[in-house]
């Protein structure tokens, strides 16, 4: 069982940048890929980016294309998620998460779920 801890949310204008971070522990972390999600209050459990196990390719929504990056770094087991030009309707709860197979992109498909971190962003 891997446990993940995101960090790195808060409060910020539009146009602004912020970046997030996922702590792994518990499994394997270059063994597995990994996906963000957020969520809205009221919405559903969007995706939002998901990273290989390697790095080499990554997978955006297309609300988040162009302006966010995943990016992992598997020697200190955290993957990040860089946020910049934020809108205010990136305002969620965002979760990093591990994936059951890679492409899935769906909540029910994740395995494993930090708490989440909250990301404001005000216009």
């Known amino acids: 069982q891997v446990q993940l801890v995101e960090s790195g949310g808060g409060l910020v204008q539009a146009g602004g940048s912020l970046r997030l971070s996922c702590a792994a522990s518990?499994?394997?972390?270059?063994?597995?890929?990994m996906d963000w999600f957020r969520q809205a209050p009221g919405k559903e459990r969007e995706f939002v980016a998901a990273?290989?196990?390697?790095?080499?390719?990554?997978y955006y929504a297309d609300s988040v294309k162009g302006r966010f990056t995943i990016s992992r770094d598997n020697a200190k087991n955290t993957v990040y998620l860089q946020m910049n030009s934020l809108k205010p309707e990136d305002t969620a709860v965002y979760y990093c998460?591990?994936?059951?197979?890679?492409?899935?992109?769906?909540?029910?498909?994740?395995?494993?779920w930090g708490q989440g971190t909250q990301v404001t962003v005000s216009s």
């Open positions: 998460g591990v994936p059951r197979a890679w492409g899935t992109r769906t909540p029910s498909g994740v395995g494993s």
């Open positions: 518990g499994r394997t972390f270059s063994g597995y890929a």
């Open positions: 990273i290989s196990w390697s790095g080499a390719n990554t």
